[in-house]
């Protein structure tokens, strides 16, 4: 078993009959909603609502009940990945292009579990390029506001194309070095008219789960 895979079924066993239950994107959500999924073909009773249309895809292939986002209320618990977690539990999340439906969710939930293997948890967030969202509308402009403000953006590329979100919007991921302070950037990044949204998630983990190379979990 791979480190995302212990750290992911880990986090999978939190998930109890009845809960409505977010579930993540990416390669370490993955293995969550796989286990998830096997839950459920033995019996378990949940909802769930997924935060890209891979992950709709996959949960439904497995069989379990996906609400719309508007129907579902409030959920008891999601389990998602990150690019970065450092020690308050601030994340750098958006690696896979899915960051706005993962804050959208992540903010619906009582609580939020992150999954990861060790290379996730840093000191300090910003080795990884931050991704901000930003609609197709002026994005030259905000593109330029953002490199005004010192963030040496780079447009996400799929092949020669620009990549373009679930919502049908565009990535630029931000080369800002170590972010000092995550909560500041991120209200300043989000005032910007053509920004929808960024990868910072901050004070929104309650859990984090992290998969050493030794094959031991913590949970921090
Ligand atoms: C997707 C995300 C992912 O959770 C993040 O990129 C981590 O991905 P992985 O588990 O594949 O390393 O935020 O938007």
């Not at 619906?108 to 901000?132: E, T, Y």
């Not at 010192?150 to 919007?169: A, F, K, S, V």
């Amino acid at each position: 078993m791979n480190l995302k895979q212990i750290a992911a079924e880990h986090a999978a066993s939190f998930v109890e009959d009845g809960m409505k239950v977010g579930l993540g994107t990416g390669s370490t959500a993955y293995y969550a909603i796989c286990r998830i999924g096997e839950r459920v073909r033995e019996g378990l009773n949940i909802q769930a609502v997924a935060t890209s249309e891979a992950s709709d895809k996959l949960a439904r292939e497995w069989g379990i009940p996906i609400i719309p986002f508007d129907q579902i209320g409030r959920l008891d618990l999601t389990i998602d990945g990150a690019d970065e977690v450092d020690p308050e539990f601030n994340l750098i999340k958006g690696g896979g292009g899915a960051l706005l439906r993962e804050k959208i969710v992540a903010a619906n939930s009582d609580r939020l579990i992150i999954v990861a293997d060790g290379s996730k948890a840093v000191q300090k967030l910003g080795k990884f390029p931050l991704p901000v969202e930003v609609v197709p509308f002026a994005s030259e402009w905000t593109f330029q506001t953002l490199e005004k403000m010192g963030c040496q953006p780079r447009w996400r590329m799929d092949r020669q194309e620009r990549y373009l979100t679930d919502n049908g919007n565009l990535i630029a991921d931000c080369h800002l070095g170590t972010i000092e302070h995550a909560a500041e950037l991120n209200v300043q990044l989000n005032m910007l008219p053509g920004v929808v949204d960024n990868g910072l998630f901050v004070d929104m983990a309650n859990l984090v789960i992290i998969a050493k190379e030794d094959g031991t979990i913590d949970e921090l």
